[in-house]
């Protein structure tokens, strides 16, 4: 399989770094300005893990209609094509929690908060 090489610049993000990889993608920091997200890139058609993602993100958001949970915010997703016009990545764009949403979880699982 192909390595996936996060694109230095896309839309109005400039790369800053790999946060963590997995079978099928990576996940990035962004930076828009000032501002950081954490971008995750998959290759398109290899597998729809993202797309999946995408959709239990939206049902986990209409579900939480009294904000107990504290869920990061999806920004953008997409297909874009690489830079060198080899193959197309699927990307979601999350606000930056600083951290794995594993991790934040667990912080968040263990807090006043958890439900």
């Known amino acids: ?3 996936l090489n996060p694109p230095r610049k896309f ?3 400039t790369f800053d770094s790999i946060i963590g990889s997995g079978a099928y993608g990576i996940v990035c920091k962004y930076m828009k300005g000032e ?3 954490a971008i995750k890139l998959e290759k398109f058609g290899i597998s729809s893990s993202l797309l999946n993602e995408k959709n239990m993100w939206r049902k986990i958001k209409q579900k939480n209609n009294k904000g107990r949970l504290n869920v990061p915010n999806l920004i953008d997703s997409g297909v874009l094509e690489t830079e060198d ?3 197309q990545v699927y990307y979601l764009v999350y606000e930056y929690l600083g951290q794995s949403l594993f991790d934040y979880f667990i912080e968040l699982q263990n807090s006043s908060n958890a439900i």
């Open 1 to 3: 399989m192909h390595q």
């Open 85 to 87: 016009k080899e193959y």
């Open 11 to 13: 839309k109005t993000y």
């Open 35 to 37: 501002i950081p997200y």
